[in-house]
Nanobody, 121 residues
Framework: QVQVVESGGGLVQAGGSLRLSCTASGLTFDDRAMHWFRQAPGKEREGVSCISYSGFSTFYADSVKGRFTISRDNAKNTLYLQMNSLKPEDSAMYYC??????????????WGQGTQVTVSS
């Protein structure tokens, strides 16, 4: 059974930092691209960042470039999102998703339940 579980969300002041983690089991983690998405109330889901199976290729939404860093530890089946210089507009539910392929293309295959990030001004 595939499980994708996010953690690390919380309440932080503007300018602060958080690190999200995502642990996946029941799938070939090191053979899949991994993606972070977010969705704020009343807004569409947004792709935040994606990383290829090896970690060699990474992609970021313009809104988070220079502030967020995606990484992965394939030995631990864990994905990370380091979020610095947080802004109130970063507040959202953050979701981890596993692609069916090695590279960041197409829609993800598996999704986690999400972790809430709230940034106060």
């Amino acid at each position: 059974q595939v499980q994708v579980v996010e953690s690390g969300g919380g309440l932080v002041q503007a300018g602060g930092s958080l690190r999200l983690s995502c642990t996946a089991s029941g799938l070939t983690f090191d053979d899949r691209a991994m993606h972070w998405f977010r969705q704020a109330p009343g807004k569409e889901r947004e792709g935040v960042s994606c990383i290829s199976y090896s970690g060699f290729s990474t992609f970021y939404a313009d809104s988070v470039k220079g502030r967020f860093t995606i990484s992965r530890d394939n030995a631990k089946n864990t994905l990370y999102l380091q979020m610095n210089s947080l802004k109130p507009e970063d507040s959202a539910m953050y979701y981890c998703a596993a692609h069916a392929t090695r590279y960041c293309s197409g829609s993800p295959q598996y999704w986690g339940q999400g972790t809430q990030v709230t940034v106060s001004s």
